[in-house]
């Protein structure tokens, strides 16, 4: 989702507001490897600071992932991209949208 369309995009449900901000206490309290959200004051898009894992071709690299949250999360899946500049990998296009197919596993090579 580019910013243009942020404004089109359609407010949280109560359940998914609700969870997000479940999700959002949990992962403060305990934040996966690797991972920092950058704290903003919106619930349905957060942005997400990505060290890359030791022993890889992104070790020590930090990138920002943008998590964008659809009003019926988590029965939809929100849509993730890299902010600029995205790091450079088959699946991953220039613009930042990743290419998950079958490729399910994308983001554990960071």
Known sequence: ???????????????????????????????????????????????????????????????QLQVDFPEHYPMEAPQVIFLHPAPLHPHIYSNGHICLGNHMYVLYWL
Request: a positive charge; proline letters at 5%.
């Open 1 to 63: 989702m580019t910013s243009s369309s942020a404004t089109t995009r359609k407010a949280l449900s109560k359940i998914a507001c609700n969870r997000l901000q479940k999700e959002l206490v949990e992962w403060q309290v305990n934040p996966p490897t690797g991972f920092k959200h950058k704290v903003t004051d919106n619930l349905q898009r957060w942005v997400i600071e990505v060290i890359g894992a030791p022993g890889t071709l992104y070790a020590n690299e930090t990138y």
